[in-house]
């Protein structure tokens, strides 16, 4: 069992930069792959980026180029660095913990909104 907890959303203007911390209750990496989500309202839940136990990664085309997921494992944080935003990218964001290969995390945190206003 993981405890996860996300933070550093807020309101920002269009083109504007957040960057999201999702700090773990355990080690990072006794799981397979991080991962970063978000939800929009009346929307499935979208998987945006996985950081790999062996430090590779993978990017949705929605986000590629514009965000960067990174780690500390040491603190056992996975951060998501957001540039260039647009109003689409508002939404509610999770960071999941994945044991296996698969798109969906086994453990969830409680979310954080990120709103980006025109």
């Not at 689409?88 to 999770?94: G, N, S």
């Amino acid at each position: 069992q993981v405890q996860l907890a996300e933070s550093g959303g807020g309101l920002v203007q269009t083109g504007g930069s957040l960057r999201l911390s999702c700090a773990a209750s355990g080690s990072i990496l006794s799981f397979t792959a991080m991962g970063w989500y978000r939800q929009a309202p009346g929307k499935e839940r979208e998987l945006l980026a996985r950081l790999f136990r062996d430090g590779s990664t993978l990017y949705s085309d929605s986000v590629k180029g514009r965000f960067t997921i990174s780690r500390d494992s040491a603190r056992s944080t996975v951060y998501l660095q957001m540039n260039s935003l647009k109003p689409e990218d508002t939404a509610v964001y999770y960071c999941g913990a994945l044991r296996g290969w698969g798109t969906r995390a086994d453990y969830w945190g409680q979310g954080t909104q990120v709103t980006v206003s025109s």
